[in-house]
């Protein structure tokens, strides 16, 4: 079935360039409406300009579609409810969000400053964090939205030098693992999208030819499936140089101790049973992990009493 998203408004952060740009220009190559969002600055934040959004409208509407340029700054919320505001006084509905803006500021922890932290945590946290609070509404009352938030491996598995990225990205799982709770009942899907990619980001990070070999486009590809009518809930894609995996959290089913023997040396002592991963679930909010410790508890109770 081909994805279309004709008749649909979609608002993409950090679009005028990477990742931001690809995934605005397929998104209007297939019929959406696009905020091209972009304030502008350098891959450390600094600066600002709107050639680059500016420069993509052109592009979309070079090629018929609908196109408009704002240059929000995703960590303030105001500038970001004016973005909104723009996209529905012209086209009156929001049906996609791609949380796609990021900033890197890379060190060692030890050389880090809590600034560098703090602005990392700010653009791409609260950055997602704006931008989904300004469309919730609308989505909810459209019943029907399609957000995006853009994790990374550096969150899952860890990455030196990233200890702000890691981080933040880390916590955009968090985000999106509650909201997908909060959305169901308005049809609101929140996916992440995990990407490996050649852009400013990281052309410093690898050698020219891998870089190239890493296209954007590669990743956009990905990331259509995400955000489209019959795109998956709560789905963490990987994805980079024509790879395409999943990423997920499981919990072991674990074990069971006694009151009368609980103690750090009882729960070392079941360690194999605690680890083993025969039974692992995917679990799929937070009460179902106490869930499953509270039937342990009441199994042990009846057999006890047997």
Same mark, same amino acid.
């Given at each position: 079935?081909?994805?279309?998203?004709?008749?649909?408004?979609?608002?993409?952060?950090?679009?005028?360039?990477?990742?931001?740009?690809?995934?605005?220009?397929?998104?209007?190559?297939?019929?959406?409406?696009?905020?091209?969002?972009?304030?502008?600055?350098?891959?450390?934040?600094?600066?600002?300009?709107?050639?680059?959004?500016?420069?993509?409208?052109?592009?979309?509407?070079?090629?018929?579609?609908?196109?408009?340029?704002?240059?929000?700054?995703?960590?303030?919320?105001?500038?970001?409810?004016?973005?909104?505001?723009?996209?529905?006084?012209?086209?009156?509905?929001?049906?996609?969000?791609?949380?796609?803006?990021?900033?890197?500021?890379?060190?060692?922890?030890?050389?880090?400053?809590?600034?560098?932290?703090?602005?990392?945590?700010?653009?791409?946290?609260?950055?997602?964090?704006?931008?989904?609070?300004?469309?919730?509404?609308?989505?909810?009352?459209?019943?029907?939205?399609?957000?995006?938030?853009?994790?990374?491996?550096?969150?899952?598995?860890?990455?030196?030098?990233?200890?702000?990225?890691?981080?933040?990205?880390? =916590?955009?799982?968090?985000? *999106?693992? &509650? %909201?997908?709770? #909060?959305? /169901?009942? !308005?049809?609101?899907?929140?996916? $992440?999208? +995990?990407?490996?990619?050649?852009?400013?980001?990281?052309?410093?990070?690898?050698?020219?030819?891998?870089?190239?070999?890493?296209?954007?486009? =590669?990743?956009?590809?990905? *990331?259509? &499936? %995400?955000?489209? #009518?019959? /795109?998956? !809930?709560?789905?963490?894609?990987? $994805?980079? +140089?024509?790879?395409?995996?999943?990423?997920?959290?499981?919990?072991?089913?674990?074990?069971?101790?006694?009151?009368?023997?609980?103690?750090?040396?009882?729960?070392?002592?079941?360690?194999?049973?605690?680890?083993?991963?025969?039974?692992?679930?995917?679990?799929?909010?937070?009460?179902?992990?106490?869930?499953?410790?509270?039937?342990?508890?009441?199994?042990?109770?009846?057999?006890?009493?047997?």
């Amino acid at each position: 079935m081909t994805i279309s998203f004709a008749g649909q408004v979609a608002i993409v952060t950090g679009a005028g360039n990477g990742l931001g740009r690809s995934h605005a220009l397929a998104l209007a190559k297939r019929g959406a409406k696009v905020v091209v969002n972009d304030l502008g600055g350098a891959r450390d934040g600094s600066g600002a300009s709107s050639a680059a959004s500016q420069e993509v409208v052109e592009l979309i509407e070079a090629m018929g579609g609908e196109a408009i340029s704002h240059g929000a700054n995703v960590a303030n919320f105001e500038e970001v409810q004016d973005m909104v505001q723009q996209a529905m006084d012209k086209w009156g509905r929001v049906d996609i969000l791609i949380n796609n803006a990021g900033i890197l500021r890379d060190k060692s922890f030890s050389k880090m400053t809590l600034d560098d932290f703090k602005l990392v945590m700010d653009v791409h946290v609260m950055g997602s964090v704006n931008c989904t609070k300004a469309v919730w509404e609308i989505m909810k009352q459209q019943n029907y939205g399609r957000i995006v938030m853009t994790t990374s491996s550096s969150g899952m598995y860890g990455n030196f030098g990233q200890a702000n990225y890691g981080a933040a990205k880390m =916590a955009l799982i968090g985000l *999106m693992n &509650t %909201l997908v709770l #909060e959305g /169901a009942k !308005n049809n609101i899907h929140i996916n $992440a999208l +995990a990407p490996t990619a050649g852009t400013r980001m990281t052309e410093d990070l690898m050698p020219e030819e891998i870089v190239k070999a890493f296209a954007p486009e =590669a990743v956009t590809a990905g *990331m259509l &499936t %995400l955000c489209d #009518e019959a /795109a998956p !809930n709560r789905f963490i894609l990987c $994805a980079g +140089a024509g790879g395409y995996s999943s990423a997920g959290i499981f919990e072991t089913d674990g074990c069971f101790i006694p009151t009368a023997k609980q103690s750090p040396e009882a729960v070392r002592d079941n360690w194999d049973q605690l680890t083993a991963q025969d039974n692992q679930k995917a679990l799929v909010s937070g009460a179902q992990q106490g869930e499953k410790f509270i039937m342990k508890a009441m199994a042990f109770m009846k057999a006890q009493q047997q």
